[in-house]
């Protein structure tokens, strides 16, 4: 089958598959046909063998350190909250108290005395500071509340290598480094690694979910597994970790449905484009990875780990993971031709600060960007600023929510968008 008739068959189900899910107040968009002479995916953009060695160096690298690589000052950077007015989950404003004892429990006077190489034997969140507390911007203020909790610094898979620089005061926390972040996490959520587990754990067959939030068991249920979650196989059998006596981690030998991963990379074709985007696509927006979702950098960077192309953990950082090239100067309309003109769709990211998108097609002359997004910024005729929430990840123009009444151009994703990378 030509990749001309797979680009179709793409079209296709983007188009039963949104027209079903769209936003009631959020223009559909139709992809009943497409023009066969518009660019089409480079399937051959990647050395998907060179990617997913790189990826795989990148994601067991915390066990190829010695110690925690951020600088004490950049470790300590989330106490810096205190100088900032944070309200705290009753909506009430943290107190300098607050702060202080997050700070002495921090515990940064025996930062990297530790030094223990650990794994994650489950889902978790990375914290700023060590503490499940939510911190809050002005949360009556629109695109401030939930779930924007500033102390989510990210969310981490189940099977994560990290390294862990010391524990809190308490014990609770852990201040580790994983392959693209690190942070506060909780030490339940642990265990430590010695060199006969990592020598077992890294078998060389790796294989990775294409299946988004499937239940996994390992005497009795262990975790919902997200897309993009690596697995060691070993003969017929999944390793995963579990702890033991004194938090120490045990090789675990498990079962998975072969509906639910694929052996790494998977090729990339339209075909399984198709298969990953169908799993991502309509999730609910989670900032940071909130509630076991995805924000809009987890969601490219998820888009592409099964095809073993490694993006960097935040927006900013994924314009360095290919060619970037500015728009900040061009008009709105300049940036939908320079984007029509210069993009690679399914190989090319958008960027606005704050903001990543993945660039997919054209569609009756506008460029088209699948990302997870929470809300577009509308102006009511009192110059009020208000949001009409999408929460979701799906596809869209540009000019998302032009439709809507009270629009506001100024403030529109069309009107930010900073560049474009290439990967």
């Excluded at 518009?38 to 399937?43: G, H, I, P, S």
């Excluded at 063998?49 to 795989?56: G, Q, T, V």
């Excluded at 004194?246 to 639910?260: F, G, H, M, R, W």
């Amino acid at each position: 089958m030509n990749k001309i008739i797979l680009n179709y068959i793409l079209v296709i189900f983007i188009t039963i598959f949104f027209s079903a899910c769209a936003s009631k107040d959020i223009k559909k968009i139709e992809l009943s046909q497409i023009n066969i002479n518009e660019k089409l995916a480079d399937d051959n953009f990647m050395n998907q063998e060179y990617e997913a060695h790189k990826l795989l160096e990148k994601h067991f690298s915390p066990w190829k350190q010695t110690e925690v690589s951020y600088s004490y000052l950049e470790a300590i950077w989330g106490l810096n909250y205190k100088l900032r007015e944070v309200y705290l989950e009753n909506y009430r404003k943290a107190s300098l108290s607050w702060f202080e004892k997050q700070e002495i429990n921090a515990n940064f006077e025996n930062y990297n005395t530790l030094k223990k190489k650990a794994i994650t034997l489950k889902n978790t969140n990375v914290r700023v500071l060590p503490t499940n507390q939510p911190m809050f911007f002005k949360p009556t203020k629109p695109g401030e509340g939930f779930p924007f909790d500033y102390n989510q610094n990210s969310l981490l898979k189940i099977n994560s290598p990290i390294i862990v620089s010391h524990l809190s005061k308490d014990k609770a926390w852990a201040y580790a480094q994983a392959s693209s972040f690190g942070g506060w996490i909780s030490t339940k959520d642990i265990a430590f690694v010695d060199k006969d587990f990592t020598n077992e754990f890294q078998t060389n067959d790796y294989f990775i979910a294409t299946k988004e939030k499937f239940p996994l068991y390992e005497n009795g249920f262990r975790e919902y597994i997200k897309v993009g979650t690596i697995f060691p196989k070993k003969d017929d059998k999944y390793i995963v970790a579990k702890k033991v006596q004194n938090q120490k981690a045990k090789i675990s030998l498990i079962d998975i449905k072969n509906e639910e991963v694929s052996a790494f990379p998977i090729k990339y074709n339209t075909k399984n484009r198709i298969k990953i985007a169908k799993q991502l696509l309509n999730e609910p927006y989670g900032w940071g990875g909130v509630l076991n979702n995805r924000d809009c950098s987890s969601f490219t960077k998820d888009f592409f780990a099964p095809f073993g192309k490694y993006l960097k953990r935040n927006s900013k950082g994924q314009t360095k993971n290919g060619l970037y090239k500015d728009m900040s100067k061009l008009s709105n309309e300049q940036k939908k031709l320079f984007l029509m003109k210069h993009g690679v769709p399914f190989s090319t990211l958008v960027y606005l600060k704050g903001h990543i998108m993945l660039y997919v097609g054209i569609k009756d002359n506008e460029p088209l960007v699948m990302h997870n997004v929470w809300s577009v910024k509308l102006k009511d005729s009192n110059g009020n600023e208000y949001r009409h929430i999408i929460g979701k990840a799906t596809i869209t123009p540009l000019d998302m929510g032009r439709e809507l009444k009270n629009f506001d151009e100024d403030k529109s994703i069309l009107k930010k968008i900073q560049g474009l990378v290439i990967l």
